[in-house]
Every structure is written in structure tokens, then in C-alpha cells.
């Protein structure tokens, strides 16, 4: 499926041209509860009395949104009868939007995570406000029923539109600048050494790592260019994930987001640090079947991408960041946690890791990550 990129200019010209051409008159709005502080929100303020088109608003979900979330915003979408749906936000917002796309023909008498996906032609445009998830860029979605991560996949995911705003990265508060930055970066590292890498997803990779290096301090110090390089490095790194999915580290992370209240990019930057120092050591349990010597190239090349000379200096250089970053690792609540951690890895990211990892080596992973409550 194709998708059309929208670069908007101040004045929003390129974004009122499409709806113009496509002849909308409803729009569901997919919006976090920061929209209204968003430059981009004023666009859509007199939009019935510039266009006639009316808009119908859904922001009733929280960070890492919940199936019940998107069930009520669904029910919002069908009783309006809209004729596309945009979606304005991070990850969360986008997830939900694709969610509420691909339910909208789906049996309403029975639970959709069970059901089989059925493809539909309703619009959906992605307008991200954080250059981390790279969702806009994705066939795929997580959502989380009883605490538990559901990743949702089809074609039909796929937002037909991307709007680009870098206004809408000012007023990220700087944690979530950090944390958004960094799940970009996982997820560029990650698809390069993933077992289903292709030279499409390592060329799309390594762009978005060569980016995220050279416009880090402007993307943080808030800069009109980084913070516009920052969201084409997240576009990028999306797109690489579309094919390769993620590995270990993402399948790691989900839990400490869920039981330790960290941002996503955050959790997976701890993670993937520890999780490239031990594939390191344990190469001659590679399970590319490109081999071990590939994967040791691989490695370096990351590594030279980060601006290090071999693959120790690159894992050595990702823990630096994130202490310069001040994203530490949490603190267990007893011992049990560390079982908890470990048996909640999802085993389809395993099987996409570069290296073999079974229950007592992620138990021994997660020890490292997350300290221990005593000291």
C-alpha cells in the first residue's frame, strides 16, 4: 500500500488541499488531551465555516492505550458516520486510530482481538507530535487488554496519509523528547541486526541512525531543523520495522512500561543497551542464518553509524547516552519481579533476535536493567 507524505508549510495550505480534493465533510479526530496547546489545533478551529466540514473529537484513551479505550472511540466513529479519520499525536493517538479503522467493518457482537482482520477503504491520516514511534510509518499497532501488550497487524493499518508539522514537537515536555528520540533509535538499531533485515530496511536504518547522531543536541534544544530531521529519522525507522519487526529489546520493554510507569522509548534504550553487551559475548549463538561473521559485521556497522570504532564502543557509547540523558533504569519492588519480567517476553521477538535467548538468560538481562530494591 502506498502512502502520500504531506510536508506542510505555516499556514497549513497543503493539509486544507487534500481535504479540499477529497471532498470531506466529516472528520473523526483522533487527538491527545495536549491537542488543543498544539499550533496545528487552530487549523481545525473555523474549519466548518471555512470548508463546511465538521469535526467530531475522540481523546478519551491515556498513554499505552487500553482495548476498552479504542472500543469506546469505535463506537464514536460508527454513530457519526464521518468520511475519514485523522489522527494528531504520538504513538498512542495513531495506535488507537488504526485500531478504530480496521474494527469499523468488523463484527460488533464479538471480541476483535479473535476475530480475522477484514480490510476497508476509510481514510485515515497520521499527524505525529513526537519523532520516536514512527507509527504513521507502520502496518501494525499495540494496544493492551488486562495489562497485557496486543500487537494488532494488517495492511489496512497503514495511515494512506502522513502530515508532517515539526510545530507540533515544541511543546513535548523534555523527558518525552528524550524518551520519543530514543525509541527511534532502538527501533533503527534493532531492524538493522533483526534476522529479517533486508538492504531496504538497513538503508532505511541507517539513515534514521545517521539523523538521529547528527541532530540530537538541535532536535533537544529545540530547534526548528532538529526537531524536523528528528521526525523524518522516526519515519525512517518506521519504515524499516514495517518490514523487519522488532527484536528482543521492544519485546523486553513492554512490561517495564506497564509495571514501572516509564515512557516506551525509555524502557527500550535500557534494554537494548544491555541486550547488544551480551549479544557481543555470545555471538556463537547467532541465530541469523547469515551467520556468525555477518552479525559481527553487523554489529560494527552500527556501531562506526553511532560514531564508534567496533561493537563493544557502540553499546559502550548507547550506555553513555543514556546516562547523559538521565534515563536510569527502575527499581524492582522485591525479587519477584524479575520473574514477572521475564516470562511476560513476547516469544515471536525473540525468534526475530540475532542471538538465542532463553527464560534464565532474560531473567539474568532484566537483573541488570532493572536494580535491585536492596542496592
Known amino acids: 500500500m502506498s502512502q502520500k507524505v504531506l510536508m506542510v508549510s505555516e499556514n497549513y495550505q497543503e493539509l486544507e488541499d487534500y481535504i479540499i480534493a477529497k471532498r470531506i465533510k466529516k ?100 499527524i505525529p507530535t513526537t519523532a520516536g514511534s514512527g507509527s504513521e ?18 495492511d489496512s493499518c497503514l495511515p494512506a496519509v502522513v502530515c508532517f508539522d515539526a510545530t507540533t514537537l515544541e511543546t513535548v515536555p523534555i523527558y518525552h523528547k528524550k524518551a520519543a528520540m530514543m525509541d527511534a533509535l532502538c527501533h533503527a538499531i534493532e531492524s538493522f541486526w533483526s534476522v529479517n533485515s533486508t538492504p531496504q530496511s538497513k538503508a532505511y536504518a ?5 539523523l538521529i547522531v547528527k541532530y540530537q543536541q538541535a532536535y533537544l534544544q529545540n ?15 518506521g519504515k524499516a520495522i514495517n518490514i523487519t519487526l522488532t527484536t528482543a529489546g521492544h519485546a523486553m520493554s513492554y512490561k517495564l512500561t506497564m509495571r514501572y510507569g516509564l515512557a516506551h522509548g525509555h524502557a527500550a534504550v535500557i534494554c537494548v543497551a544491555r541486550l547488544w553487551k551480551y549479544m557481543i559475548s555470545n555471538i556463537d549463538n547467532c541465530l541469523d542464518k547469515r ?30 547516552k543514556i546516562a547523559q540523558l538521565k534515563l536510569d533504569g527502575p527499581v524492582a519492588r522485591s525479587d519477584k519481579d524479575y520473574e514477572i519480567l521475564s516470562q511476560s517476553v513476547e516469544p515471536t521477538r525473540l525468534r526475530n533476535n540475532p542471538v538465542y535467548l532463553d527464560e534464565e538468560t532474560i531473567n539474568l538481562l532484566y537483573r541488570q536493567i532493572v536494580r535491585s530494591k536492596e542496592g
Request: with cysteine; glycine share 8%; hydrophobic share 40%.
Open 223 to 237: 530547534e526548528r531543523i532538529g526537531n524536523e530531521k528528528m521526525l523524518k529519522a522516526s519515519n525512517l525507522a
Open 27 to 126: 472528520i473523526f479526530l483522533v487527538c491527545g488531551k495536549s491537542f488543543k496547546r498544539l499550533k496545528i489545533s487552530e487549523y481545525f478551529v473555523d474549519i466548518k465555516t471555512r470548508l463546511g466540514v465538521e469535526i467530531v473529537s475522540f481523546s478519551k484513551f491515556q498513554p499505552n492505550p487500553r482495548y476498552e479505550e479504542v472500543l469506546a472511540g469505535l463506537c464514536a466513529f460508527r454513530s457519526e458516520n464521518s468520511d475519514m479519520i485523522i489522527a494528531v499525536g504520538g504513538g498512542s493517538a495513531i495506535d488507537v486510530a488504526k485500531c478504530i479503522k480496521l474494527y469499523a467493518k468488523m463484527n460488533p457482537s464479538s471480541d476483535y482481538l479473535t476475530q480475522e482482520l477484514i480490510p476497508n477503504d476509510i481514510t485515515l491520516m497520521a
Open 137 to 154: 510509518a507502520t502496518s501494525f499497532a499495540v494496544i493492551y487488554n488486562n495489562g497485557e501488550k496486543q500487537s494488532v497487524a494488517a
Open 206 to 210: 541507517s539513515e534514521a541512525i545517521t
Open 291 to 320: 551467520g556468525e561473521k555477518y552479525l559481527g559485521d553487523v554489529l560494527a556497522d552500527i556501531a562506526s553509524l553511532m560514531g564508534a570504532s567496533d561493537s563493544l564502543g557502540g553499546a559502550n557509547l548507547l550506555q553513555k
